[in-house]
């Protein structure tokens, strides 16, 4: 089956520690996202990669880091210069930049 | 700046009671229109789209959406909804660019 995969499903970090998120992708798509949500905030873009080896920050870019490698696979860092990290976090793919998206199962991340 | 205004955070409804959700943006120009939901427990998934052609929508699961381009709406719509319909629901917007702009969402409720 085509889909995204998300590893872990929930994660606990202590501060001070970066944390890296994995987002795996067999759909063949060229775009990929990786979104944080917050109740009664929707979806908020950290960063995007519209090819492999490009990616660009999104509205809340900060105290995160992503790298684009291979055309399936977008891994999120969060380091400990982010202040409020605890948070669901959603990886997405799309054909294009302007298409419908198709979401990851999400990793929940606690900072304890 | 682009946004995307969903009027209810959160709406409670009988069983085979009629569904209106709203959706409003602000921008002038071309715009790729979504609605996506997230069941309990499950990925945020496409519900409908629009991008051109006739502006009245259906989607999965009895669910349609009217995009009425002079008031920059995008009105989610079934006429009557069941237990298995309670969700959140995201209105989102491409305005050609990168970038799709998420509203807050809505959950629904549904007594039974």
């Known amino acids: 089956d085509g889909g995204i995969t998300q590893s872990p499903k929930y994660l606990f970090r202590k501060e001070g520690q970066n944390v890296t998120l994995s987002c795996e992708q067999n759909?063949?798509?060229?775009?990929m996202y990786w979104y944080r949500q917050d109740p009664g905030q929707g979806l908020r873009l950290i960063y995007y990669?519209?090819?492999?080896?490009?990616?660009q920050k999104g509205d809340i870019a900060e105290g995160y880091s992503v790298s684009r490698e291979k055309k399936e696979s977008f891994p999120l860092t969060v380091t400990s210069a982010q202040k409020n990290p605890t948070a669901f976090y959603l990886c997405?793919?799309?054909?294009?930049?302007?298409?419908?998206?198709?979401f990851g199962p999400g990793t929940r991340l606690t900072v304890l | 700046a682009q946004s995307v205004s969903q009027h209810n955070h959160h709406v409670i409804l009988s069983e085979a009671a009629s569904l209106e959700l709203g959706c409003n943006y602000s921008?002038?120009?071309?715009?790729?229109l979504f609605w996506y939901v997230q069941y309990p427990g499950q990925h945020l998934q496409l519900l409908l789209k629009y991008f051109s052609g006739d502006p009245l929508v259906k989607g999965i699961k009895g669910f349609e959406a009217e995009f009425i381009k002079s008031k920059f709406s995008f009105n989610l719509r079934k006429p009557s909804v069941q237990w298995s319909d309670a969700a959140e629901y995201f209105c989102a917007v491409n305005t050609g660019g990168f970038k799709t702009i998420f509203g807050a969402g809505t959950r629904l409720f549904v007594k039974a």
């Open positions: 990669s519209q090819i492999v080896n490009d990616f």
């Open positions: 759909l063949n798509h060229d775009a």
């Open positions: 921008y002038g120009g071309t715009v790729n």
């Open positions: 997405a793919s799309s054909i294009g930049l302007q298409n419908e998206q198709f």
